[in-house]
Structure formats: structure tokens, C-alpha cells
């Protein structure tokens, strides 16, 4: 699964597309923006509505009220998380999913994997022979590097992490925690 990757110029530059399998990257003068998919944005708010649970069987009709989410978009994803090992499913009266792991065991990189395929900034940094220049390209292991170190910084957030509040700037001092329930 390849996500194009964007590189949007204003003024009297032209756009150029790249294609990559991790997002999209919007060069805009003093911004640059790396972004996920949608639907792995949504994965991963389902996941720590999961994840606030416990280990509670939830049908996906509980789970798209919880996330906010539309039930065929969450149908979706459940689908996609459990090919991927990531919810476990029961079905009958009863029935429903839950995490196949605990959170602390689910990175945000194994959410992305599960959706977007493998990680990459470019196409030689996800799997080799996809591009025809690798023979001869100069900057190929600079940029299988940075994929490596935002791979990295991926794995090392768990879907635990990614329950824990935001901090709040105050704007002086140390941010404080407010503390987040979902319902």
C-alpha cells in the first residue's frame, strides 16, 4: 500500500508527486508536514478506544459511538487490525473484539504497518528493486536511515503511551496534566 507523497510549492513552483508508503509530506516555504492516512489516524483512535477497556469484548457498534467514528469505517479497520494480529475477535451474542496484546505491547508503528504497509520515506527504503535508479543512487541509505529513525520513534510508542493525557502549557513553569476519561 503506497500513499503518494506531496510535495506542494507555492508561487512559481510546480507540484511534484513521489510515491512512498508512509504519508504525505507538504513542503509550504517555513512548513513541512509529514502525515499518516486517515484511516490510520481512525485505527489508531479505535485502538485506544480499545485499549481504555481492558481486555472487554466490544462489538463495532459499541466501538464506532466510542470513537466517533461511522460503523462501516470502523467494520474496516477491525477488519485490517485482525489480519494483522492486533484485535482478536469473538463472534455470537457475546461476541466482539479486544486487543490481541496489552497496550504496553502495541507500538504506533505496528498500527501504522497494519494500514499502510511497510514503513518508508521512499520506495527503495520500503522494499529494494522498487525503484529503477537504486543502481546508481547517491542518497538511497540517507534516506533508508531517516525511515529507520522514524521507525524507530514509532515503535517506541505504545498504545499505552498514546492513552496518557496531553500536557497543558500554561504558559510559565512546568505543563500540567489534565487528567482524560473516555466513555
Request: with cysteine; hydrophobic share 50%; proline share 5%.
Amino acid at each position: 500500500m503506497g500513499l503518494a507523497l506531496g510535495v506542494l510549492r507555492h508561487g512559481l513552483w510546480n507540484p511534484a508527486v513521489i510515491w512512498y508508503c508512509f504519508g504525505t509530506v507538504y513542503l509550504d516555504r517555513a512548513r513541512i508536514m509529514l502525515r499518516i492516512g486517515k484511516l490510520t489516524d481512525y485505527a489508531t483512535v479505535l485502538m485506544t478506544c480499545l485499549a481504555g477497556r481492558e481486555r472487554a469484548l466490544l462489538p463495532a457498534s459499541e466501538l464506532a459511538v466510542l470513537a466517533h467514528l461511522e460503523l462501516p469505517t470502523v467494520s474496516k479497520l477491525l477488519k485490517l487490525l485482525a489480519a494483522a494480529g492486533l484485535v482478536e475477535s469473538r463472534r455470537g451474542s457475546k461476541g466482539g473484539y479486544r486487543l490481541a496484546r496489552m497496550p504496553a505491547a502495541i507500538s504506533v508503528l505496528d498500527i501504522v504497518v497494519a494500514l499502510e504497509g511497510p514503513m518508508g520515506m521512499t520506495e527503495c527504503s520500503a522494499s529494494k528493486g522498487a525503484c529503477d535508479h537504486e543502481v546508481h543512487c547517491q542518497v538511497q541509505h540517507n534516506w533508508q536511515r531517516i525511515s529507520r529513525l522514524i521507525a524507530a520513534s514509532l515503535a517506541e510508542v505504545s498504545l499505552a503511551d498514546m492513552r496518557l493525557p496531553a500536557p497543558v502549557y500554561s504558559g510559565r513553569g512546568r505543563p500540567r496534566v489534565i487528567p482524560l476519561t473516555i466513555a
